[in-house]
């Protein structure tokens, strides 16, 4: 299945979905393995160090320091990884609500981590983006 190009209709169909959870960013060293308590959402390794996305509760029982919890707004619109301007467009009108986002592709949809406390607003200007087109 060949995912969608086109922006207007990426815009049109990428039906927001807020996940259940709080998620938080943790750097461990990168000769350091993932704690076993960690279930990670994401992994990505840097020179600095590995980034694990985890639930927030996972990084509390493994005691690893973290930042930015957020929460989880899934676009469900199978979007084409060299599909031009999605994202751009999406987080051009959260920042202009000033909301930060942390955005992330994967094979089928695109992910975007919103401040805990944005996030209803953050889904808000999504489907008002969504409605328009």
């Known amino acids: 299945?060949?995912?969608?190009?086109?922006?207007?209709?990426?815009?049109r169909?990428?039906?927001?979905?807020?996940?259940?959870?709080?998620?938080?960013?943790?750097?461990?060293?990168?000769d350091e393995t993932i704690p076993a308590a960690v279930d990670p959402l994401l992994i990505f390794r840097?020179?600095?160090?590995?980034?694990?996305?985890?639930?927030?509760?996972d990084a509390?029982?493994?005691?690893?320091r973290y930042e930015f919890a957020s929460r989880l707004?899934?676009?469900?619109?199978?979007?084409?990884?060299?599909?031009v301007g999605f994202l751009a467009a999406i987080t051009a009108?959260?920042?202009?609500?000033?909301?930060?986002?942390?955005?992330?592709?994967?094979?089928?949809?695109d992910h975007l981590f919103v401040p805990v406390d944005r996030a209803d607003e953050a889904i808000a200007v999504l489907r008002e983006i969504s409605a328009a087109k």
Do not use: Q, W, Y
């Not at 299945?1 to 815009?11: F, K, P, S, Y």
């Not at 590995?50 to 639930?55: D, G, S």
């Open 93 to 109: 009108r959260l920042a202009d609500a000033g909301i930060s986002v942390n955005a992330v592709s994967a094979f089928h949809h």
């Open 13 to 30: 169909l990428m039906k927001p979905e807020l996940r259940p959870g709080t998620f938080v960013f943790c750097t461990i060293a990168a």
């Open 73 to 83: 707004i899934t676009l469900t619109v199978h979007s084409a990884l060299d599909a």
């Open 60 to 64: 509390e029982r493994a005691g690893l």
């Open 1 to 11: 299945m060949t995912g969608e190009r086109d922006l207007n209709a990426l815009l």
């Open 46 to 57: 840097e020179p600095e160090g590995t980034t694990v996305v985890a639930p927030l509760e």
